[in-house]
T-cell receptor
Framework: DAGITQSPRHKVTETGTPVTLRCHQTENHRYMYWYRQDPGHGLRLIHYSYGVKDTDKGEVSDGYSVSRSKTEDFLLTLESATSSQTSVYFC?????????????FGQGTRLTVV | GQNIDQPTEMTATEGAIVQINCTYQTSGFNGLFWYQQHAGEAPTFLSYNVLDGLEEKGRFSSFLSRSKGYSYLLLKELQMKDSASYLCAVMDSNYQLIWGAGTKLIIKP
């Protein structure tokens, strides 16, 4: 299995509180992504990173921020959680090696905002 | 804009063969991925195509035609455990993964 772990795996938080989700990889992959997955929407990109301190917004970035101070860690912060941010969050990593590119997912974090 | 299209749902019989199609229009192309996702679980990698042609991996094969913006995933000797959603994704020129909405595959005995 690819070396990518997300923490926590489950979290319940109250509306208005900040929440940080962590993605940790041991593959030394350059690209890291945060997605949310909701019924009827598939995977939607929140933010992604193409290197340390290099990040960019995805299609649903409002209300989220990210940081990548080390290759292995990509943090997603919900600045003030809202009920609409109740979702399953997936981290993914990717790297191109020669003509091949590999991309793997973490196990996911189920976040409930009450 | 960028777009990935795949059927919403397909039904097949245990032991049979099923082909799941994916068409795409993206800004650049750095390969096409197929993933399997069981309900409540993370997507798991099935295949990666960057050159035209067929890649075979056990019961699963994936085909790519870059000129047609088309791929398919072929599943042979279907088993009940193959019931899942199958996600098609294209990596664009910015190394972003562009995702289809997924195809829910239902296997009947």
């Amino acid at each position: 299995d690819a070396g990518i772990t997300q923490s926590p795996r489950h979290k319940v938080t109250e509306t208005g509180t900040p929440v940080t989700l962590r993605c940790h990889q041991t593959e030394n992959h350059r690209y890291m992504y945060w997605y949310r997955q909701d019924p009827g929407h598939g995977l939607r990109l929140i933010h992604y990173s193409y290197g340390v301190k290099d990040t960019d917004k995805g299609e649903v970035s409002d209300g989220y921020s990210v940081s990548r101070s080390k290759t292995e860690d990509f943090l997603l912060t919900l600045e003030s959680a809202t009920s609409s941010q109740t979702s399953v969050y997936f981290c993914a990593i990717s790297e191109t090696k020669g003509v091949n590119t590999e991309a793997f997912f973490g196990q996911g974090t189920r976040l409930t905002v009450v | 804009g960028q777009n990935i299209d795949q059927p919403t749902e397909m039904t097949a019989t245990e032991g049979a063969i099923v082909q799941i199609n994916c068409t795409y229009q993206t800004s650049g192309f750095n390969g096409l991925f197929w993933y399997q996702q069981h309900a409540g679980e993370a997507p798991t990698f099935l295949s990666y195509n960057v050159l035209d042609g067929l890649e075979e991996k056990g019961r699963f094969s994936s085909f790519l035609s870059r000129s047609k913006g088309y791929s398919y995933l072929l599943l042979k000797e279907l088993q009940m455990k193959d019931s899942a959603s199958y996600l098609c994704a294209v990596m664009d020129s910015n190394y972003q993964l562009i995702w289809g909405a997924g195809t829910k595959l239902i296997i009947k005995p």
